[in-house]
């Protein structure tokens, strides 16, 4: 597991196949600090090691990369942690728009 504070290169993603499901590496994003948790088994695990380093769980939403797609298939927005019916989002998706757009906006900055 890694947390991206600072850029790294797609290829640096790839170096992370095959992991824990192939050609997919599980991520999980925090859309208030602009860091990106990778690699673990499951989201929640990311998302307790992202809570721990400060983290507030409402800021965090768990995605899916696929490094060898384009880039309308490289995100992948499904993760149990995504369900949060306080936070109107009531499916494993990131349903928010602008939410969405945060992270896709974290994740292309963060690799490149």
């Given amino acids: 597991m890694k947390i991206i504070t600072q850029p790294i290169n797609h290829s640096d993603l ?5 992991g824990y499901f192939g050609n997919m590496i599980k991520a999980v994003v925090d859309v208030k600090q602009g860091i990106l948790g990778l690699d673990a088994e499951l989201h929640a695990d990311i998302e307790k090691e992202m809570l721990t380093q400060g983290s507030k769980q409402s800021d965090l939403w768990g ?3 696929y490094p060898e797609m384009d880039s309308e298939d490289f995100i992948e927005f499904d993760s149990l942690i ?3 019916p306080y936070q109107s989002n009531r499916s494993r998706d990131v349903e ?3 939410t969405r757009k945060r992270i896709i906006d974290i994740v292309q ?3 490149q």
Avoid at 14 to 18: E, I, R, T, W, Y
Wanted: proline letters at 12%.
């Fill in 82 to 84: 995504n369900i949060r």
């Fill in 14 to 18: 790839s170096a992370m196949l095959p």
């Fill in 63 to 65: 995605i899916n990369l």
């Fill in 109 to 111: 900055s963060l690799i």
């Fill in 96 to 98: 928010d728009p602008e």
